[in-house]
């Protein structure tokens, strides 16, 4: 991890911060549509893609309610990079 860059791109969070409203960093680079940090927190481990915000949603369902269609992108590819195959 380097903290020094999400510090840069994603002002006050750190890859496996959580905030009071339980959104991890991950969520929060989903909600504000951004996919670089997105490529680069899925590839540190427990950085919490599987981890339900507050009101029950993952980061991959944020990104559905807000079609943040290049993010999605982003979880698309690494699930295909890392298991050869497609959903």
């Known amino acids: 991890d380097n903290p020094e ?3 840069i ?3 006050g969070f750190l890859p496996k911060m959580i905030d009071k409203e339980g959104r991890t960093t ?3 680079a ?3 549509s951004r996919p670089e ?3 680069m927190l899925l ?5 919490g893609s599987s981890i339900c915000d507050n009101e029950g949603r993952t980061p991959v369902m944020v990104c ?4 943040r269609v290049d993010v999605l992108k982003v979880f698309m590819d690494k699930h295909h990079t890392q298991n050869k195959k497609p959903f």
């Open 64 to 67: 559905l309610e807000l079609n």
């Open 9 to 11: 791109l994603l002002p």
């Open 37 to 39: 940090i997105v490529r």
């Open 43 to 47: 590839d540190v481990e427990a950085c």
């Open 5 to 7: 860059i999400f510090r």
């Open 26 to 28: 991950l969520m929060i």
């Open 30 to 32: 989903c909600l504000y």
